[in-house]
C-alpha cells in the first residue's frame, strides 16, 4: 500500500480532516472512498492530491511523482525521462 495513503487509512484524524477538507471544497469524501485508495496501485486519486498535500504539508510531486513533476522539470521532460509509471498514467486518462 502506498505509503501516504496508509498514513491516512490509519490515523483517523487525517481522515477526519481530510473529509472535512474536501466537503469545504464542495467535492465530499466518504471513508470508503478513501478506503478504495489501498487498492489503487497509484495510491491518492489524482482530483485528492492538491487537498491531501495541504493537509499533510506535503509537495504534490511527493504524493504523485507520475502526474506532478519534481520542480525544475517539466511535465514533458519528465515523461521522457521514464521516471513514471505508464500504467499509472493511462490510470488518470
Known amino acids: 500500500m502506498n505509503p501516504i495513503v496508509r498514513?491516512?487509512?490509519?490515523?483517523?484524524?487525517?481522515r477526519r480532516k481530510l473529509m472535512q477538507l474536501c466537503a469545504a471544497a464542495g467535492s465530499p469524501l466518504?471513508?470508503?472512498?478513501?478506503?478504495?485508495?489501498?487498492?489503487?496501485?497509484?495510491?491518492?486519486?489524482p482530483s485528492r492530491?492538491?487537498?491531501?498535500?495541504?493537509?499533510?504539508?506535503?509537495q504534490p510531486h511527493d504524493i504523485r511523482p507520475d502526474i506532478f513533476p519534481p520542480p525544475g522539470r517539466s511535465r514533458k521532460r519528465h515523461l521522457k525521462s521514464g521516471n513514471h509509471n505508464h500504467a499509472q498514467q493511462r490510470s488518470v486518462l
Open 7 to 14: 498514513q491516512i487509512v490509519d490515523n483517523a484524524d487525517l
Open 30 to 45: 466518504t471513508k470508503q472512498a478513501i478506503s478504495d485508495w489501498k487498492k489503487s496501485k497509484s495510491g491518492v486519486p
Open 49 to 58: 492530491v492538491l487537498i491531501v498535500a495541504k493537509l499533510l504539508k506535503l
